[in-house]
């Protein structure tokens, strides 16, 4: 079960408090719609679309804050954040161990900067299917 707090739970669908019912969220869906199509995008554009998609919920982020929306943003966020890092070394240990042996390894080396791929995508898939 997931708890408000931890910063490590899935994204979720748990209906907002009852004082949090009322308001519509159908913009703020929309949007968050986008987020996942332009996270989902990204791996195949260097993640250039993830930094829209990052700035747009930066942007938004408030607009959400206490709803269950917001388990998504935060969810997105740590994707990115989590990925860029993996990304970073995944590549840094991709070239630097190819170039220690002369290219051999950069044959077998490949697979890291595709698991951070996978990754990715993976975390973008769950987060959207628990959206809908």
């Known amino acids: 079960m997931n708890e408000p707090n931890n910063p490590y739970a899935s994204p979720t669908t748990n209906v907002a408090p009852p004082n ?3 308001r519509d969220l159908s913009g703020e ?3 968050l719609q986008l987020l996942y199509i332009l996270h989902g995008i990204a ?3 260097l993640y250039i679309l993830a ?3 990052m700035i747009v919920g930066a942007i938004k982020s408030d607009d959400v804050r206490g709803t269950w929306l917001d388990t998504h943003y935060s969810w997105l966020s740590r994707t990115f954040w989590f990925g860029l890092l993996w990304w970073l070394l995944a590549w840094g240990v991709f070239w630097v161990l190819g170039v220690l042996t002369l290219g051999i390894g950069m044959v077998v ?3 890291l900067p595709f698991g951070v791929f996978a990754w990715y995508l993976y975390r973008v898939i769950i ?3 628990k959206f809908e």
């Open 109 to 111: 080396l490949w697979i």
């Open 51 to 53: 930094i829209v998609a």
């Open 20 to 22: 949090l019912q009322e």
């Open 29 to 31: 869906k929309n949007t």
């Open 127 to 129: 987060g959207w299917i």
């Open 43 to 45: 791996p195949f554009t």
